[in-house]
């Protein structure tokens, strides 16, 4: 995290980029899992803060965890552009890695806060809370839509 006071942070929703099930993913296709994320959510990259998982379970070494910050800086350019903090949650334990090559390779200068070992899906939403010391942990709260089973009748189509 690049600076304490931009927390707590509350009600960010979930993009869910769906990558491939592979080691290497190449930039273009984070970016692309990105843009079709916003898509499935029918919003707009860049009019408000988001929380980007990442599902992601290769080994942490060094290019492709650069592949990976790259395809995250090209994705959300107008989230950066409009001042927005980038917030990435990371299903192992690589995220602060990967903040730090946004940071110091890619020269972002927004706040970035990078979240290890949590699992999001799409629809959910979550809150992030101030950094507790001296461990220098935050609190996460997850908020998932849940859809209950529909029983009863199904909608059918009548022919006339």
């Not at 930039?27 to 980007?52: C, K, Y």
């Not at 090559?101 to 809370?129: A, C, P």
């Amino acid at each position: 995290m690049t600076r304490p006071d931009v927390l707590p942070i509350r009600n960010l929703q979930v993009i869910y980029p769906r990558l491939p099930e592979r080691e290497q993913i190449e930039p273009g296709e984070m970016e692309e899992g990105i843009r079709r994320a916003f898509q499935r959510l029918d919003l707009q990259e860049g009019e408000q803060p988001v929380a980007l998982s990442v599902d992601w379970n290769g080994m942490p070494r060094y290019p492709l965890l650069r592949n990976l910050a790259q395809g995250i800086v090209n994705g959300l350019q107008k989230t950066m552009a409009a001042g927005f903090p980038l917030v990435l949650v990371f299903n192992n334990d690589f995220g602060a890695l990967v903040g730090e090559i946004i940071r110091d390779e890619f020269k972002v200068t927004n706040d970035i806060v990078s979240i290890d070992t949590i699992s999001l899906q799409e629809f959910d939403y979550i809150d992030i809370g101030e950094v507790i010391y001296p461990a220098h942990v935050v609190p996460v709260v997850i908020k998932s839509l849940v859809f209950p089973e529909v029983h009863g009748p199904k909608a059918e189509i009548l022919e006339r």
